[in-house]
């Protein structure tokens, strides 16, 4: 019963998906411990139709890690482009699926390399 009470400081949205069965109580329950902006983020997923779970799940584990220097995140962020680059660069057109967290992601991660690249490339010119 407690974990009823404490799910109504929840988003309706996370509230109704519970209710509908869509998202464990468990899990929505662990959405309360997040910011305001953070469960505004899930409920606004969660309307725009993306799964439940998925989406708490997404979010829970999005806590951002952080690094000792701003080198060893970009080191970390290269590594797993290289990864991802050779698993799915001849397999993108197989995705079926992306979800609106997805492609905010998505996009942000360009907006973050665009960034990244215009930097390396200021730094390399003036070392030559």
């Given at each position: 019963?407690?974990?009823?009470?404490r799910?109504l400081?929840?988003?309706?949205?996370?509230?109704d998906?519970?209710?509908?069965g869509?998202?464990?109580l468990?899990?929505a329950?662990?959405?309360v411990?997040?910011?305001?902006?953070?469960?505004?983020?899930?409920?606004?997923?969660?309307?725009?139709?993306?799964?439940p779970?998925?989406v708490?799940?997404?979010?829970?584990?999005?806590?951002?890690?952080?690094?000792?220097?701003?080198?060893?995140?970009?080191?970390?962020?290269?590594?797993?482009?290289?990864?991802?680059?050779?698993?799915?660069?001849?397999?993108?057109?197989?995705v079926?699926?992306?979800?609106?967290?997805?492609?905010?992601?998505?996009?942000?991660?360009a907006?973050?390399?665009?960034?990244?690249l215009?930097?390396?490339?200021?730094?390399?010119?003036?070392?030559?």
């Amino acid at each position: 019963m407690d974990r009823y009470l404490r799910i109504l400081d929840a988003p309706q949205a996370v509230q109704d998906a519970v209710e509908a069965g869509t998202l464990p109580l468990t899990l929505a329950e662990k959405l309360v411990g997040l910011g305001t902006a953070q469960r505004e983020q899930v409920a606004t997923a969660i309307r725009a139709g993306d799964e439940p779970s998925a989406v708490v799940r997404q979010v829970l584990g999005a806590a951002p890690r952080r690094f000792r220097n701003a080198t060893e995140s970009k080191d970390l962020l290269v590594r797993a482009l290289k990864r991802a680059r050779g698993d799915l660069a001849r397999r993108v057109g197989e995705v079926r699926w992306f979800s609106h967290a997805e492609e905010k992601a998505l996009d942000e991660g360009a907006r973050l390399i665009r960034a990244l690249l215009k930097h390396a490339r200021s730094l390399r010119a003036t070392q030559e």
